[in-house]
């Protein structure tokens, strides 16, 4: 163990530094300042065949295979808002 960059680990298996060998958080290799909105807005702008082409092939796989979830969602929230809109006339003695 010459290199400086190596440590060996602590006597009681902890480490004063953290933890040995791992990134603090799972995303440290982005860049803390970048801006995400930009970033994507140029990549559409220099790519938009590309990114429609993606974007229909994810929504595609997410339809195949998510769609009854989807559409039971959809379909649940529509409802409760046509049994509130009727619940609202009911009790607001417009009938």
Sequence with gaps: MDDAAVRPPAPHGASPQGPVGRPGEPFDFFPKDIDWKRAALETVERHPLACLVGAAAVGF??????????????????????LRQLGASFTAGDL
């Design 61 to 82: 796989i997410v339809g195949r295979y998510r769609g009854r979830v989807i559409v039971g969602a959809l379909a649940g929230v529509a409802t409760n808002m046509a």
